[in-house]
Nanobody, 115 residues
Framework: QVQLVESGGGLVQAGGSLRLSCATSGIIVNRPIMGWYRQAPGKQREMVAIIFSGGSTNYGDSEEGRFTISRDNAKKMVYLEINRLKPEDTAVYYC?????????WGQGTQVTVSS
């Protein structure tokens, strides 16, 4: 059974930083595609960052260089570092793993940025 568990969210002041973590289990494929998405209240879920098996990355249009995705293949974890946080970054952040035709999601971790 595939499980993804996010952690690292919380309440931070604007201008601060956070590092989100996603621990995975039950994934037998080495180096699957892994990513972070977010969903703000009243908005659709949007892609924040994706990291591919070889380490290449894609970022969403609005990230302005403040987001960095990374992975630890040995630990089967993916991370998202967010710098210079803004109130508009407030959202639930979800970890995603794609294995072939299957997409798996974590339960999300809340990030709230106060102004």
């Amino acid at each position: 059974q595939v499980q993804l568990v996010e952690s690292g969210g919380g309440l931070v002041q604007a201008g601060g930083s956070l590092r989100l973590s996603c621990a995975t289990s039950g994934i037998i494929v080495n180096r699957p595609i892994m990513g972070w998405y977010r969903q703000a209240p009243g908005k659709q879920r949007e892609m924040v960052a994706i990291i591919f098996s070889g380490g290449s990355t894609n970022y969403g249009d609005s990230e302005e260089g403040r987001f960095t995705i990374s992975r630890d293949n040995a630990k089967k974890m993916v991370y998202l570092e967010i710098n210079r946080l803004k109130p508009e970054d407030t959202a639930v952040y979800y970890c995603q793993v794609v294995v072939g035709a299957n997409t798996y999601w974590g339960q999300g971790t809340q990030v709230t940025v106060s102004s």
